[in-house]
């Protein structure tokens, strides 16, 4: 056992293995030329920590432009010009990530706004966000575990499809239920921006996807637990979890705040945790699919919906900015729409910079299921989320989190295509 800050790397001894991992049993090698494409990114990354370090960006908030489409995944633990990354460069190619995800996938998040305030009124949170001389409101549900708080607390992006109850009642947890288009509407293909962050911004992000608008909802939530928490709720220990495209929503929560000490995506599909590269092929929903079935995604973004090659990141390095901090992945192999493969892939691509910074204990994936309905919670879940929520909510000892990838009892879609 081991207490979150520990974080142990031994939770990835085969980084190099490629797409599928050998847990999957699978008797025939699926695609061997992802595998060997994936397997020679993450040995390039694991050499890069042995290497000497890179001189830092001169402007780390400048994000990298589109790329050629002959280049493999792009790599998290080298500079542009091919140089290694160390652990002191880390902040600024955090920096230089987070921007390029905004500039090219989600779209501006805008200033943080002059002035939130927040109360509680029973079992209801009531949030007004000010900025430049206008005001909007937000509102969610609470609900407070048995016994004297503070509680930790985690936000549930729809109400639905987050942890169980019961274990959150087990371990003290309070919950928040989060409706997030009240931040950004889901408007279809027309792509009209509403909601509140839309108004509060104007112009200004009206290129901007609302799966940004819904993980800035999720910060104002943040910001009214450390104003009301009326000594109910814990500030320092906040997670936040959603289902299906609210999981899309949480982590680009997780990985545009660091505020949020756990970020648990389920089942979250194209535009959440899978690869881009990854599903484009393989029964999977593919990237001009996501882009245009409701806004969630910037603009800009369409520039490579239908050729995601171009891309200078994907989804492991949004995975990547929730670290150091806790990230447990939970995914569903029945339905090769949510393309179960290339999550599990953006986790291991995803895994070096956890192993860099120490913390590789604190990247978990769980897939294996038997249950296949959509957002249903699985016992199978149970464990690796009870660890999670110890680690990071209550800094309590606890294991590493696993990374179980679909078992061969599992119906397992096609592995995506070429992942250049």
């Not at 249950?371 to 699985?378: G, L, P, Y």
Request: hydrophobic share 45%; net charge negative; with cysteine.
């Amino acid at each position: 056992m081991r207490s979150w800050q520990s974080g142990a790397t031994g939770a990835y001894p085969n980084l190099c293995l490629g797409w599928h991992h050998r847990v999957l049993a699978d008797p025939e090698p699926a695609m061997p030329t992802i595998r060997l494409r994936l397997a020679v990114l993450a040995l390039a990354s694991v050499v890069a920590l042995l290497a000497p370090a890179a001189a830092a960006a001169a402007d780390c908030t400048a994000p990298m432009p589109a790329r050629e489409a002959t280049s493999g995944l792009p790599g998290l633990l080298l500079h542009p010009d091919g140089t290694a990354l160390s652990r002191e460069d880390w902040p600024c190619r955090r920096q230089t990530l987070r921007a390029t995800a905004e500039a090219h996938v989600y779209g501006s998040r805008g200033p943080d706004p002059e002035r939130v305030s927040a109360r509680i009124e029973g079992d209801h949170l009531h949030v007004r966000i000010f900025h430049a001389g206008r005001e909007v409101g937000m509102d969610a549900r609470l609900h407070l575990p048995e016994g004297p708080g503070p509680h930790p607390v985690l936000i549930v992006i729809g109400g639905v499809g987050g942890v169980d109850d019961a274990l959150l009642a087990a371990e003290g947890i309070a919950r928040i239920d989060f409706l997030p288009t009240q931040a950004g509407a889901e408007t279809g293909q027309s792509r009209d921006r509403r909601g509140a962050f839309f108004e509060l911004y104007g112009e200004t992000v009206q290129g901007t996807g609302t799966l940004m608008a819904w993980a800035w909802g999720v910060s104002r939530l943040v910001d009214a637990i450390e104003q009301a928490g009326q000594g109910l709720l814990r500030p320092g220990a906040v997670a936040v979890v959603g289902c299906s495209r609210y999981g899309k929503g949480a982590l680009a929560a997780g990985a545009f705040d660091e505020r949020i000490a756990l970020t648990i995506p389920i089942e979250s599909g194209a535009g959440g945790v899978p690869l881009w590269r990854g599903v484009v092929d393989g029964g999977a929903q593919p990237p001009h699919s996501a882009f245009g079935e409701q806004p969630w995604l910037a603009d800009a973004f369409g520039a490579f919906a239908s050729d995601v090659e171009r891309l200078p990141i994907d989804q492991h390095a949004v995975l990547a900015l929730v670290a150091p901090r806790g990230l447990l992945v939970l995914d569903n192999p029945h339905v090769d729409w949510l393309g179960a493969p290339a999550g599990h892939a953006a986790v291991q691509a995803a895994a070096g910079v956890y192993a860099m910074l120490g913390v590789g204990g604190n990247l978990g994936y769980h897939g294996d299921v038997a249950e296949s309905r959509h957002c249903a919670w699985r016992s199978e879940w149970d464990a690796p989320a009870r660890d999670a929520i110890r680690r990071h909510l209550h800094a309590a000892e606890a294991a590493d989190l696993p990374v179980v990838a679909a078992g061969a009892g599992a119906r397992l879609p096609e592995a995506p295509g070429d992942e250049r």
